[in-house]
Nanobody, 126 residues
Framework: QVQLVESGGGLVQAGGSLRLSCAASGGTFNRYDMAWFRQAPGKEREFVAFSSGSEGITYYADSMKGRFTISRDNAKNTVYLQMNSLKPEDTAVYYC???????????????????WGQGTQVTVSS
C-alpha cells in the first residue's frame, strides 16, 4: 500500500497562485495513477486533475482547464498541482488520491481510488 501526504495549502488573494505537493511512500510510484480532488463545505468531493503513472497522460475538470496544471516527478515520488488565477470559488480542502495503473474504471469517481491523503486547506480571499 501507499501513504500520501499533501502540503502547500494556505491563504491567498484572488488572482494569486499556489502550488500543492503530494509525497508518496510505501509503493512503486510509477505503478500508480495520481489525481487531485477537492471538497468545499456542504458540497460533494469533486474531480480536479489526473496524471497517469508512466505515460504522461493528463486530464482536467472543465472549470480548471487553463488555470491548473498537474505534474509528477517519479524520481521524487511526488505529484504537484500548480494553481493560477485563483478565485474565491476555489476555496476547499484539496486531496491527493492514487490507484494502480492496471485499474481501468472512471478516473472521475472517488470510489475508484484506493489511497487518499489527509487533505490540505486552500482559502482564496476576495
Amino acid at each position: 500500500q501507499v501513504q500520501l501526504v499533501e502540503s502547500g495549502g494556505g491563504l491567498v488573494q484572488a488572482g494569486g497562485s499556489l502550488r500543492l505537493s503530494c509525497a508518496a511512500s510505501g509503493g512503486t510510484f510509477n505503478r500508480y495513477d495520481m489525481a487531485w480532488f477537492r471538497q468545499a463545505p456542504g458540497k460533494e468531493r469533486e474531480f480536479v486533475a489526473f496524471s497517469s503513472g508512466s505515460e504522461g497522460i493528463t486530464y482536467y475538470a472543465d472549470s480548471m482547464k487553463g488555470r491548473f496544471t498537474i505534474s509528477r516527478d517519479n524520481a521524487k515520488n511526488t505529484v504537484y498541482l500548480q494553481m493560477n488565477s485563483l478565485k474565491p470559488e476555489d476555496t476547499a480542502v484539496y486531496y491527493c488520491a492514487a490507484r494502480g495503473v492496471y485499474f481501468s474504471a472512471s478516473i472521475y469517481d472517488t470510489k475508484n481510488y484506493a489511497y487518499w491523503g489527509q487533505g490540505t486547506q486552500v482559502t482564496v480571499s476576495s
